[in-house]
């Protein structure tokens, strides 16, 4: 997804605060030029994003998406703009990510309901991705919408060096996290795989394991056991079930398992990160714990 800011996420956010760098016809100009690669636009409207510029760049956003005919991708998270103001401009087809942060912006009211304008675009086909990242899951706010019958299309990590430490981890984490509040094994496989395929025009090549597709290939393991699991509020679950990656294989040739590299010098552990490693709550260490009472 080419971000409508020319200038992309170069830093923690602001990208939309000079509304200058909010080209619309650079980013259908590189879009056209580059098909092979560019499935869609994003657009990151947050407080931090915009800096007081408003719904504007998700206006020009909406514009370039039509013109090139592509899906827009939306993150919300802590407005202002309200979610509310966000939720007219996103179509069936486009994608809201971070779909259950915990934030101002989530498409929960004070009692759990989910609100009006989000029911009206997850009926009519609005894409609702997960996101986990370093701040956008909370666990209240999927159990409420889960409770309600809304379970997420698309189940992504949004993996990056703020989330990497916990209480993110990895993709397979994420998607035990969904097992521990009442999805099946089957549901979050397919909102990691075939759903996501689906909704980026690629269900043809990714996203399945039919013969003649290429060779892409993940096994796994399903650790039984006691697993506290953390959304990014520091507020926990427990679940009997940790799905665990085994091998993974990408068009034909096994990829090796390549150690974390030292965290950027810009970045420190926050108090939570800390505090889940230092229980010894990470994920390696959590199988290691139940294969030895086992």
């Not at 619309?24 to 409207?45: H, P, Y």
């Not at 034909?252 to 965290?263: A, F, N």
Request: glycine fraction near 8%; include cysteine; aromatic fraction near 6%.
């Amino acid at each position: 997804m080419l971000n409508i800011s020319t200038i992309g996420l170069t830093a923690s956010s602001w990208e939309l605060s000079n509304l200058n760098y909010c080209d619309v016809d650079l980013c259908v100009k590189l879009t056209n030029l580059n098909r092979d690669l560019i499935l869609g636009v994003k657009i990151r409207i947050d407080h931090n994003t915009t800096s007081g510029t408003g719904v504007e760049a998700l206006r020009r956003g909406r514009e370039a998406a039509e013109q090139l005919e592509l899906p827009m991708m939306v993150h919300i998270g802590y407005g202002r703009p309200t979610v509310s103001e966000v939720l007219p401009f996103i179509r069936p087809g486009d994608i809201l990510t971070h779909c259950f942060t915990g934030g101002d912006m989530k498409i929960i009211d004070s009692a759990g309901k989910i609100l009006d304008d989000a029911k009206r675009a997850w009926d009519a086909g609005v894409v609702m991705d997960v996101g986990h990242g370093g701040g956008s899951f909370s666990f209240d706010t999927a159990e409420r919408l889960i409770e309600q019958g809304y379970k997420a299309d698309v189940i992504s990590s949004d993996i990056h060096q703020h989330s990497v430490n916990g209480p993110l981890f990895d993709l397979p984490t994420c998607l035990s996290k969904f097992l521990a509040i009442g999805m099946t094994f089957e549901e979050v496989i397919r909102a990691a795989t075939v759903r996501p395929a689906q909704v980026m025009g690629l269900a043809s090549e990714i996203g399945t394991l039919k013969v003649g597709a290429l060779a892409d290939v993940a096994l796994f393991t399903l650790e039984k056991g006691e697993f506290p699991l953390y959304d990014v509020h520091m507020e926990t679950r427990q679940s009997d079930r940790l799905i665990r990656n085994t091998l993974t294989i990408v068009n034909g040739r096994e990829m090796p398992r390549i150690p974390d590299g030292p965290m950027a010098p810009w970045m420190e552990l926050s108090e939570r990160q800390q505090e889940i490693l230092d229980r010894g709550h990470d994920p390696e260490s959590l199988v290691k714990k139940q294969r030895v009472v086992a």
